[in-house]
């Protein structure tokens, strides 16, 4: 739990390599937003897990499409 007064304190971007579109590799830039507690100076990112895992370079799509191997 987080206390006091929590703030937007600045973004990161985070890169994740997504499914190809066509032949062409796709990277996708996603803007994170940063946190801070006001009162204990705690910072945290917002969630991302949705798209991909906690610390993987690849979005879930990626995984998926990679899984799913050469097409027929």
Aim: with cysteine; proline share 7%; charged share 20%.
């Amino acid at each position: 739990m987080h206390h006091g007064v929590q703030g937007q304190d600045a973004a990161v971007a985070r890169r994740l390599i997504h499914v190809p579109v066509g032949w062409r590799p796709t990277q996708l830039v996603v803007r994170v937003r940063r946190f801070a507690c006001t009162h204990c100076r705690r910072v945290w990112r917002q969630d991302t897990s949705g798209l991909a895992e906690p610390g993987s370079r690849l979005t879930r799509s990626a995984v998926e499409w990679g899984a799913a191997g050469p097409g027929p």
